[in-house]
């Protein structure tokens, strides 16, 4: 699995737009991008996964660039409820296991 | 209605000691997990089971034994516990290997 380069923490204001970005520069053809949060205290949740195009459900959006090599996870109006690390892997289809890296500790202010 | 879920949520116990955590999913999945999360707080894959069958082992030591009876649940069960073998422990399903996993709340153990 490809690895990817997230930055270790991040400070959104409540309301805002939190943008959290992934770099993921070696990734292949067959390779998704997916996003997990984990709350203090809770088991990983999964909030979105892609492979070429944006993607948009009920919690975020996924924007990948054109060349693949990075996208963004948009948290649209955050809430203090959002503050989580969020951890971005990238995914072979059809593999098992997902491969955890340090994420990115995002903190929503009031 | 919980859709994964393991017991105990804490478990603390000796050096030395045999012990089993459950994870129980009502989701419908053919596929189930145990992943680690130590001190550090890396996450980090321990087996995966497809209808009942190992897929992976991540080159975990033999006193980790999964068992799964059937495919709602898998157990984990550790013999001759060591100081190392502190973490939280969470257990997993999802409906196929290209899908995404559910996880339980984690089993926090605690070895003294």
């Known amino acids: 699995d490809a690895k990817t380069t997230q930055p270790p923490s991040m400070d959104c204001a409540e309301g805002r737009a939190a943008n959290l970005p992934c770099n993921h520069s070696?990734?292949?053809?067959?390779?998704?991008v997916y996003w997990y949060r984990q709350i203090h205290s809770q088991g990983p949740q999964y909030i979105i996964h892609g492979l070429k195009n944006n993607e948009t459900n009920e919690m975020a959006s996924l924007i990948i660039t054109e060349d693949r090599k990075s996208s963004t996870l948009i948290l649209p109006h955050a809430t203090l409820r959002d503050t989580a690390v969020y951890y971005c892997i990238v995914r072979v289809e059809g593999a098992q296991k997902l491969v955890f890296g340090q994420g990115t500790r995002l903190t929503i202010n009031p | 209605d919980t859709a994964v879920s393991q017991t105990p949520k804490y478990l603390v116990t000796q050096m030395g000691n045999d012990k089993s955590i459950k994870c129980e999913q009502n989701l419908g999945h053919d596929t189930m997990y145990w992943y680690k999360q130590d001190s550090k707080k890396f996450l980090k894959i321990m087996f995966s089971y497809n209808n009942k069958e190992l897929i992976i082992n991540e080159t975990v030591p033999n006193r980790f034994s999964p068992k799964s009876p059937d495919k709602a649940h898998l157990n984990l069960h550790i013999n001759s516990l060591e100081l190392g073998d502190s973490a939280v422990y969470f257990c997993a399903s999802s409906q196929s290997e290209n899908t995404e996993a559910f996880f339980g709340q984690g089993t926090r153990l605690t070895v003294v």
């Open positions: 070696t990734i292949s053809g067959n390779e998704y």
